[in-house]
């Protein structure tokens, strides 16, 4: 049975060589050769650890290492090959290979990166040692290169081991450990019948990526239970395909808020990341998920404004489609959202991407006092401990990646995401729920 498991790989291998452009062919192969090379770098610290352990041990590790790096590459190769590219990345085979790589390839890294170091520094050493006899002969000098430090592998050794504990965390639980933001915003021009309105943000459910239905279940109740005024979502409901949210329909239906519960489109939601077999299907495919949206019970705002008014005074909840910076899609349209509406009302712009808000929001010819985004997930993964440190990679890309900014007037918040893509869990950047109350500044 193995034997026809290892000939059927082998030839989808060959057959997906026969299908794949030479570009793609190469850059597959150099991934396998660099992943390889961190593999050889990684056991020679592993040597050196084992160095003093009796042979079957030694060759126990060896074993293991060499064991579980072979196997996860021939599981990539194998989920390389039957990736469809008509559906996206979904299913068990890809998110078992995106966990699997996140959670023993990063803490290699980090590994070789302090093996790196250490051999720097002692070829650095050693080529001191060299130069000085050449300068001095009668320097004594014994080795060229000192041997690599058992304890400083050991060192590296367990600083990698951090990393894979929290992210074999963030795998099993850190996805759905929701956490309630909570902000407390002013406004000199909020209208005063508006002081001490509600709003809960969600946003990039990324609903094709749930596998945990008690779970979701648990993060809508920990909303309805903020009985916020307004509800708002703010983009990517979907990975690629509007069938991904048919299960979650019911779950997210109960979702209540008496003044409404308004939603937008997130770049993921155009399905612009799979391959369709024709115009049509694209059409349909949009459609339905419109119509998901209606079965929700979410007021989709496609370039659009609704107007809330109470007791003569207006509050105007604007939406706009995606607009992001390039590649991303730039359908979102503020003029157009912002027809109708006089100068002087008080505006709540719903804008999946946060960079929107620096490109074109502030410098709208409307005053636009809140916007809520989403979008960047604060990568899945970063640190956060209130009042001392606020970190991810993603603010290397947004400067504006994750809660509450400020210019003048004008206030952003951009929610961490309700869900996951790509790597199938969240490290340090929590799944949010975001709850703002706004009040009137006297």
């Not at 000085?132 to 041997?147: A, C, G, L, M, R």
């Not at 909840?317 to 349209?333: H, M, T």
Request: charged fraction near 20%.
């Amino acid at each position: 049975m193995m034997g026809d498991n290892i000939l059927s790989l082998g030839i989808t291998i060959i057959e997906l060589l026969k299908m794949t452009s030479a570009a793609l062919i190469f850059r597959f192969v150099i991934v396998i050769i660099i992943l390889l090379l961190i593999d050889l770098y990684t056991f020679q610290g592993l040597k050196t650890i084992v160095s003093g352990y009796r042979a079957p041990l030694k060759w126990a590790v060896y074993l293991s290492h060499w064991s579980i790096s072979l196997v996860w590459i021939a599981f990539f190769i194998y989920g390389i090959s039957y990736f469809d590219r008509t559906m996206g990345p979904r299913g068990t085979i890809y998110m078992v290979l995106s966990a699997s790589f996140v959670l023993f390839w990063f803490p290699k890294l980090i590994f070789c990166i302090f093996l790196l170091t250490e051999d720097v520094v002692r070829h650095l050493v050693g080529l001191a040692g060299i130069i000085s006899q050449k300068i001095n002969p009668t320097t004594t000098y014994t080795d060229f290169i000192p041997e690599r430090r058992k304890v400083v592998s050991m060192i590296a050794f367990g600083i990698a081991s951090i990393p894979f504990a929290g992210i074999l965390y963030g795998i099993i639980k850190g996805k759905y450990d929701y956490k309630v933001h909570k902000h407390t915003l002013y406004f000199k021009d909020l209208p005063e019948v508006f002081d001490g309105l509600t709003i809960t943000q969600l946003s990039d459910l990324h609903s094709g990526s749930f596998d945990d239905t008690e779970a979701v279940q648990r993060g809508v109740q920990m909303v309805n239970e903020l009985k916020s005024d307004i509800f708002v979502f703010t983009g990517d409901i979907v990975n690629n395909r509007a069938e991904e949210y048919l299960p979650w329909v019911e779950i997210f239906k109960k979702i209540e808020a008496p003044l409404g519960k308004y939603s937008i489109l997130g770049n993921h939601d155009y399905g612009e990341y799979v391959m369709w077999p024709s115009a049509n299907h694209y059409a349909d495919n949009m459609k339905m998920l419109y119509e998901l949206h209606a079965l929700t019970g979410f007021d989709l705002l496609n370039n659009a404004n609704r107007i809330i008014e109470k007791d003569s005074q207006k509050l105007a909840i604007v939406g706009v489609e995606n607009w992001g910076l390039p590649p991303f899609p730039q359908k979102g349209d503020l003029k157009i959202a912002t027809q109708n509406i006089d100068n002087e009302t008080f505006k709540i712009l719903l804008s999946h991407d946060p960079s929107h808000w620096d490109e074109q929001v502030l410098k709208h010819e409307q005053k636009i006092q809140l916007t809520l985004s989403g979008h960047t997930h604060g990568m899945q993964f970063g640190i956060e401990i209130p009042g001392i440190v606020k970190w991810s990679p993603v603010k290397y890309k947004y400067p504006r990646w994750a809660g509450i900014y400020q210019v003048g007037e004008q206030i952003l918040n951009v929610n961490r995401g309700f869900g996951f893509i790509g790597f199938p869990g969240r490290v340090g950047i929590w799944p949010e729920i975001t709850h703002i109350i706004l009040r009137r500044k006297s």
